[in-house]
């Protein structure tokens, strides 16, 4: 097991354990004790993987946080057309930039398409990147799946095209992914969706890391306000998780919703976008 994943691995148990808290905080010695830890070993694993203490993050998985966030942070996307939707504007924190495959590329469900694909261990564990030779157009997580039930999830999407197992040709998009230097390259992204689709996952470039909308609020971004199940569905259909943030999609209630690779995945990224920035 590789050192990020161990800790996404850590942080994964004490979301568990402190969701079984319902809301009472867990001391350092309780969380280290749950998790046959020493307090020393377990505040330096916490603090590697986000920088702060245990009883910061735990403010940051909490649902009072998230209708904080909702109430004064979200992403109100007015000012959309300011930040740079294409091209090679810097979106949601990280240097991107995408295209988007043609109606009828995506019809045909990626035949003549070769897609690179391969393992990588990131922070929130085992990642599966697919990409084109114009870049990444799929990014999954599989550290509450299968290995193999996460890429026959993501074969489904594109069952026409050629698969190589590749991650050699993969390796400097991936590297840029959670390089957060300042000679950082761009990540190129090859969106391969339905147009509706697409014009979601474009809203969803915009939200900065750290904030979070709402289905509805994308919707109305997007010029189809009564359209908040299918923004749900396009949404939970992103296939390029992290880099297009789906998981800073939450309900109006201020209730964290779904998430395709898995809620605890979510909770973890935006615990760790949110503790990021205040390091």
């Given at each position: 097991m590789s050192e990020t994943h161990y800790h996404y691995g850590v942080m994964r148990r004490a979301i568990d354990l402190i969701d079984a808290a319902e809301g009472q905080e867990l001391s350092?010695?309780?969380?280290?004790?749950?998790?046959?830890?020493?307090?020393?070993?377990?505040?330096?694993?916490?603090?590697?993987?986000?920088?702060v203490s245990p009883k910061r993050y735990q403010q940051y998985l909490t649902l009072g946080h998230a209708k904080t966030?909702?109430?004064?942070?979200?992403?109100?996307?007015?000012?959309?057309?300011?930040?740079?939707?294409?091209?090679?504007?810097?979106?949601?924190?990280?240097?991107?930039?995408?295209?988007?495959?043609?109606?009828?590329?995506?019809?045909?469900?990626?035949?003549?398409?070769?897609?690179?694909?391969?393992w990588f261990e990131g922070p929130f564990g085992p990642m599966l990147v697919i990409g084109?030779?114009?870049?990444?157009?799929?990014?999954?997580f599989g550290a509450?799946?299968?290995?193999?039930?996460?890429?026959?999830?993501?074969?489904?999407?594109?069952?026409?095209?050629?698969?190589?197992e590749n991650p050699k040709a993969l390796d400097s998009w991936v590297q840029s992914i959670f390089d957060r230097g300042t000679n950082r390259s761009e990540t190129p992204l090859n969106l391969i969706g339905a147009p509706f689709q697409i014009k979601v996952w474009e809203a969803?470039?915009?939200?900065?890391?750290?904030?979070?909308?709402?289905?509805g609020e994308i919707a109305n971004?997007?010029?189809?306000?009564?359209?908040?199940?299918?923004?749900?569905?396009?949404?939970?259909?992103?296939?390029?998780?992290?880099?297009?943030?789906?998981?800073r999609a939450m309900r109006k209630s201020g209730g964290l919703g779904g998430y395709h690779w898995g809620l605890p995945v979510k909770r973890a990224m935006l615990a760790y976008e949110a503790a990021r920035i205040e390091s």
């Open positions: 350092l010695d309780e969380l280290a004790a749950q998790m046959q830890m020493s307090p020393a070993h377990f505040q330096r694993t916490f603090s590697q993987w986000v920088g966030l909702l109430r004064d942070h979200y992403s109100t996307f007015e000012t959309a057309g300011n930040v740079g939707l294409s091209g090679g504007g810097r979106l949601h924190d990280l240097f991107i930039r995408w295209e988007a495959m043609s109606p009828g590329e995506f019809a045909a469900g990626g035949a003549g398409l070769t897609l690179n694909f391969g084109t030779s114009r870049g990444i157009c799929g990014l999954a509450e799946l299968s290995k193999d039930v996460t890429f026959a999830d993501m074969c489904k999407r594109w069952p026409n095209a050629n698969y190589v969803l470039l915009s939200i900065p890391s750290g904030s979070v909308t709402t289905y971004s997007i010029g189809n306000p009564k359209a908040v199940r299918a923004v749900g569905t396009a949404v939970g259909r992103n296939p390029i998780g992290w880099l297009i943030p789906c998981h």
